[in-house]
């Protein structure tokens, strides 16, 4: 797997832990860089620890799944893309997120195992393709950390206008990758 895809996977996946962060950056708690550094680092640690199960789970049966692998990509990234752009248009996952902003350390992980839950569908949909899965863990936590951190300290200039298209662009990378990947496995079948 090239670096760039697993780049644009990881944008892809931390998209939605920008726009969380965007909206709880609205609510001005974490002004300060080492503030907004703790909670990106939750984040960022999350999806990766995330990705990693998927993944690890998805090997440990991948006997299993060879004959349908690239189906199983594609419907998972496709759900999870869908999910995201669905969230963003509803407003349900913005909602969630200011009623756990409320809700102190329980709040905070609440929302950071939320929007990590799509990251262990990736990583079973990563178990189908060769890559270097510490590799794309640590790109995934980075980018992910990275990106939450900016969410939460720009949010309280920004997060009202772009948290939902982070989350329809994220969601619309993942859907792509998840036809890539379906296209690379059964154009040559």
Known sequence: ?????????AFGLSADAFAVSLGRGA???FRTLLAAARMGLMFGA?????ALLG???????????????????LLLLGAVGGHMIYEAVSGEDEAEAVRSAKRGILGN???????????????????????????????????SFSMSTLGLLIGPRVGRFLGPWAEVAGGLVLIAIGVYIFYTHTAGA
């Not at 797997?1 to 996977?9: H, K, L, P, Q």
């Not at 990590?116 to 510490?134: F, K, P, R, T, Y």
Request: charged share 15%; no cysteine.
């Open 1 to 9: 797997m090239s670096f760039y895809a697993v780049v644009t996977i």
């Open 27 to 29: 609510s001005g708690r």
């Open 46 to 50: 999350s999806e990766a620890t995330m």
């Open 55 to 73: 993944y690890l789970l998805a090997a440990r049966f991948a006997d299993y799944v060879t004959e349908a692998d690239h189906w199983m990509a």
């Open 109 to 143: 992980i609440a929302t950071v195992v939320g929007t990590s839950i799509d990251a262990a569908a990736v990583g079973v949909a990563l178990s189908v393709v060769e890559a270097d899965i510490w590799h794309v863990v640590a790109v995934i936590g980075a980018v």
